[in-house]
């Protein structure tokens, strides 16, 4: 059941103001769902983006250690090894955010410097760059599939936050305000009634007492 606001007023002000108030909260309220509405088919949208890209991330590693067993069965482990420690390849992931429908969501990229070969194209196989070409899509993969799932989880969030204050509305605010407006109208009824009844109570007295003279 519906409460009255505590330390209402009957007086049209408040009754005035309360309307008002009313108002804003329903307006507030369409929003907030068409906001949750929106929020829930994004959040869809990138759930099936984030499968699409688990996907990817599978098919690059399998393509990658396949190349890293082709390379060894052709190079030999120790070698393949040795080139790897020799490497000067620097990575770095950036990281910036982005608003979506109000959430910040992370933007990520990797950024790598590449100096010169650490070795010479004779001393290697063909299968090494394509092992190494392969790991490298195989890690940008991975870097967008955690973006995504950042944006998963925070899509959640916002969801989730989002449909609390839809129901506070629903359930508490907006309630509230309408029974507390209809309180104030009867209050106001009530005192005109009172109103009313006392003055055809004078008038009567006044018009008995011109009688009685």
Do not use: C, W
Not at 50 to 74: D, G, N, P, Y
Not at 113 to 136: A, G, H, N, R
Not at 140 to 157: D, F, G, H, N
Not at 163 to 191: C, G, M, N, Y
């Amino acid at each position: 059941m519906s409460k009255v606001l505590p330390g209402t007023k009957a007086t049209r002000m408040e009754l005035l103001r309360l309307k008002n108030r009313t108002k804003l909260a329903e307006r507030g309220h369409d929003l907030l769902k068409e906001k949750r509405d929106s929020l829930i088919m994004e959040f869809f949208n990138t759930i099936a983006e984030m499968k699409e890209i688990r996907q990817q991330v599978e098919s690059a590693l399998a393509e990658a250690f396949s190349s890293l067993t082709q390379a060894k069965m052709i190079m030999g482990p120790a070698r393949v090894i040795e080139f790897a420690y020799s490497s000067q390849v620097e990575t770095r992931l950036e990281t910036t955010t982005r608003s979506m429908m109000g959430v910040r969501v992370p933007v990520m990229s990797l950024q790598q410097d590449v100096p010169e070969l650490p070795y010479s194209l004779p001393d290697s196989s063909v299968k090494l760059d394509i092992m190494t070409s392969k790991f490298v899509e195989a890690l940008r993969a991975i870097v967008r599939l955690a973006e995504v799932e950042s944006t998963v989880r925070r899509l959640a969030l916002e969801i989730e936050r989002t449909k609390r204050r839809v129901s506070a509305l629903e359930a508490v605010v907006i309630p509230r305000l309408e029974a507390t407006v209809r309180f104030i109208k009867l209050a106001l009824e009530e005192r005109e009634r009172e109103d009313f009844y006392r003055i055809k109570l004078v008038k009567s007295r006044i018009s008995e007492r011109q009688d009685a003279e």
